[in-house]
């Protein structure tokens, strides 16, 4: 299948790994050039060079979205090379330490809030700005399923992924007369360096499979799952999309 991709120029941040990891690799196989944006600075290469590897096109750009002048040269840098940016997926995040609402630190709820939250603030006002000169462009915030329901023990990383949520669903309402799409991706638990079964179940015994058993896929999502979700909303196929929080989760939510 063909996304109608080709040539276009994609920003990805939270690149190194994980879900950004399989979006860089996708978009680049699908003919687009790639900006992969990270704080880690050797893991970003690595696929930056992964990609030119196999014929594909893409620079390294690295980049704390909790830091706003890391942000806007981080859009700058793409607008210099390429001149212009078709594509911005914000998928930067971190999971932050499990625990109770009354035992989560106040500096871990802030240092989630800051890179979840803020980050994507920072980054859609960066980007949007850009693709308000062009008239044109889609944007695709990486939230989760914790941003369409409740996850005892990740109070900060809940409220972090509503807010994202929110967040697009106000942007797109913005910018819908603009020709510019913004919409979010939901994924349930995708076995990442974000996500570790070993590690939630040396939080507590047993609990990856009582996570596994809630899906009614009965089983956890891969990052190429997650990627080829966001080939899709990237491309003129969701032409008519915007504003969705997309779950895509095995029918957890259902």
Not at 62 to 82: F, G, R
Not at 93 to 122: L, S
Not at 141 to 169: C, D, E, F, Q, W
Request: with cysteine.
């Amino acid at each position: 299948m063909s996304f109608g991709l080709e040539h276009k120029v994609v920003l990805i941040t939270g690149a190194a790994s994980g879900i950004g990891k399989a979006a860089s690799m996708a978009f680049a196989e699908n003919g687009a050039k790639v900006v992969v944006a990270d704080v880690n600075e050797s893991q970003g290469l690595s696929v930056v060079n992964e990609i030119l590897g196999a014929g594909g096109e893409a620079i390294f750009v690295k980049c704390d979205v909790s830091n706003a002048e890391d942000v806007q040269n981080m859009v700058d840098t793409t607008m210099l090379t390429y001149e212009t940016l078709d594509v911005a997926i914000n998928n930067a995040g971190i999971g932050g330490a499990p625990g109770r609402t009354i035992d989560i630190d106040h500096k871990e709820f802030t240092r989630v809030m800051d890179i979840n939250c803020t980050g994507v603030f920072y980054c859609m006002q960066a980007e949007l700005k850009e693709m308000v000169k062009q008239k044109s462009g889609v944007i695709i915030n990486t939230a989760s399923i914790a941003g369409l329901r409740g996850l005892p023990n990740s109070l900060h990383y809940v409220a972090s992924k509503h807010a994202v949520v929110g967040m697009t669903k106000t942007a797109a309402m913005e910018y819908a007369r603009q020709n510019i799409r913004i919409n979010a991706l939901c994924p349930v638990f995708t076995v990442t360096p974000l996500f570790n079964p070993e590690a939630m179940d040396q939080f507590k015994e047993g609990l990856s499979d009582k996570l596994k058993s809630g899906i009614p896929m009965k089983r956890f999502s891969t990052p190429q799952e997650m990627a080829d979700a966001m080939l899709w909303l990237a491309s003129d196929k969701a032409s008519f999309v915007t504003g969705h929080a997309l779950p895509v989760d095995g029918g957890l939510t259902a």
